[in-house]
Antibody
Framework: QVQLQESGPGLVKPSQTLSLTCTVS??????????WSWIRQHPGKGLEWIGF???????YYNPSLKSRLIISADTSRNLFSLKLTSVTAADTAVYYC???????????????WGQGIRVTVSS | QSALTQPASVSGSPGQSITISCTGT?????????VSWYQQHPGKAPKLMIY???NRPSGVSSRFSGSKSGNTASLTISGLQAEDEADYYC??????????FGGGTKLTVL
């Protein structure tokens, strides 16, 4: 059974870097079959796709976040990570990691999700 | 503002059917059959209910169905049950090679 679990600090100061980790079980982050993704949900709002990593090295980011974002993978620990720099209150959200399914390079849907981690940006 | 437009709320009585619409453009819903729907109960992670417009994952009730016409996709829930009360989000792949979501629809079972 595939499971994803986010971890990281729940509080980050403005201008600092938000760092989160998603530990995966039941599937391999080095597998070329999936796009390992991050998605966030602002308080009381809808979902926003952040980006993904594929084959442990190829990344693709939402252009709105691209300049501040790095997604990486650690295959030895079967996890992938998100780093978002220069955070502001607008980055306060619940962050989810998810497994993306794709075909011919196009991301189709997310079939497994982590439980989410609430991150607040505040001094 | 979300890229895909959904009604803020819909409601129905137990046993009835409801439909939630998801309107995009020719750059997303209208071109790609990569529309998916997610159910989210309060405080929980989204759950995949429909993928690629009309396919149901294993374990999802046949009461849930999806369709698409032009730039608008739809999720229909038949035989409404109390447990269906949740927020529903649509999603689509886009010509910009990103995924966009709708703003979500709150389903109330009366």
């Amino acid at each position: 059974q595939v499971q994803l679990q986010e971890s990281g600090p729940g509080l980050v100061k403005p201008s600092q870097t938000l760092s989160l980790t998603c530990t995966v079980s039941g599937a391999s982050v080095s597998s070329g079959d999936y796009y390992w993704s991050w998605i966030r949900q602002h308080p009381g709002k809808g979902l926003e796709w952040i980006g993904f990593i594929h084959n442990s090295e190829y990344t693709y980011y939402n252009p709105s976040l691209k300049s501040r974002l790095i997604i990486s993978a650690d295959t030895s620990r079967n996890l992938f990570s998100l780093k978002l720099t220069s955070v502001t209150a607008a980055d306060t959200a619940v962050y989810y990691c998810a497994r993306g399914r794709y075909d011919l390079g196009d991301l189709h849907y997310f079939d497994y999700w982590g439980q989410g981690i609430r991150v607040t940006v505040s001094s | 503002q979300s890229a895909l437009t959904q009604p803020a709320s819909v409601s129905g009585s137990p046993g009835q059917s409801i439909t939630i619409s998801c309107t995009g453009t020719s750059s997303d819903v209208g071109t790609y059959n990569y529309v998916s729907w997610y159910q989210q109960h309060p405080g929980k992670a989204p759950k995949l209910m429909i993928y690629e417009v009309s396919n149901r994952p294993s374990g999802v009730s046949s009461r849930f169905s999806g369709s698409k016409s032009g730039n608008t996709a739809s999720l229909t829930i038949s035989g409404l049950q109390a447990e269906d009360e949740a927020d529903y989000y649509c999603s689509s792949y886009t010509s910009s090679s990103i995924v966009v979501f709708g703003g979500g629809t709150k389903l109330t079972v009366l």
